[in-house]
T-cell receptor
Framework: ETGVTQSPTHLIKTRGQQVTLRCSSQSGHNTVSWYQQALGQGPQFIFQYYREEENGRGNFPPRFSGLQFPNYSSELNVNALELDDSALYLC??????????????FGSGTRLTVV | GNSVTQMEGPVTLSEEAFLTINCTYTATGYPSLFWYVQYPGEGLQLLLKATKADDKGSNKGFEATYRKETTSFHLEKGSVQVSDSAVYFCALGLTGGGNKLTFGTGTQLKVEL
């Protein structure tokens, strides 16, 4: 089975620009979650997608948005980039059945630098 | 709200030393508890987990016991190796809460020869 893959691995953007990060979920998983990990910090939950709809959101502004596609892959979009958006963005996929998430698996992340 | 507190690092040990990394949590409800490891330049890997009180998670010589009475989930290993050098994250997840994970700030472990 394939794991979670994210692209690109590194990205440099200018303040005010927009960025799209991509994630392919592990085979058999139907849920994707996105996390932001600032340098020296633990990951912070951005949002989760299940059945192509947002299924929970952390304390992030609306300029952070996402999509989930029928094949369960996902995109994270960030508009109007700010310097503080510089971080490692992690995608995690899981199998949601009822109220439970099984097999939470993380990708290697996309390192975003905003200059 | 839910939160996880870990001991600050870095923790520097000699090879074959005993490791303890403390983790305590605050949660509404009955969380599952996790330890993740992050090697330089990589994402997170699940190290071990426990889903209910008194459960012991174990993997690769690492252990942690879910202590509800002290709201703790301390990570231990009897004999560390240089290859264990990484950042370790304690996390909790709540059933019915979308199962989002709440992480601690991480503890860097350095193991020297």
């Amino acid at each position: 089975e394939t794991g979670v893959t994210q692209s690109p691995t590194h990205l440099i953007k200018t303040r005010g620009q927009q960025v799209t990060l991509r994630c392919s979920s592990q085979s058999g998983h139907n849920t994707v979650s996105w996390y932001q990990q600032a340098l020296g910090q633990g990951p912070q939950f951005i949002f989760q997608y299940y059945r192509e709809e947002e299924n929970g959101r952390g304390n992030f502004p609306p300029r952070f948005s996402g999509l989930q596609f029928p094949n369960y892959s996902s995109e994270l979009n960030v508009n109007a980039l700010e310097l503080d958006d510089s971080a490692l963005y992690l995608c995690a996929s899981s199998l949601k059945e009822g109220n439970y998430n099984y097999g939470y698996t993380f990708g290697s992340g996309t390192r975003l630098t905003v200059v | 709200g839910n939160s996880v507190t870990q001991m600050e690092g870095p923790v520097t040990l000699s090879e074959e030393a005993f490791l303890t990394i403390n983790c305590t949590y605050t949660a509404t409800g009955y969380p599952s508890l996790f330890w993740y490891v992050q090697y330089p330049g990589e994402g997170l890997q699940l190290l071990l987990k426990a889903t209910k009180a008194d459960d012991k998670g174990s993997n690769k010589g690492f252990e942690a016991t879910y202590r509800k009475e002290t709201t703790s989930f301390h990570l231990e290993k009897g004999s560390v190796q240089v290859s264990d050098s990484a950042v370790y994250f304690c996390a909790l997840g709540l059933t019915g809460g979308g199962n989002k994970l709440t992480f601690g700030t991480g503890t860097q472990l350095k193991v020297e020869l």
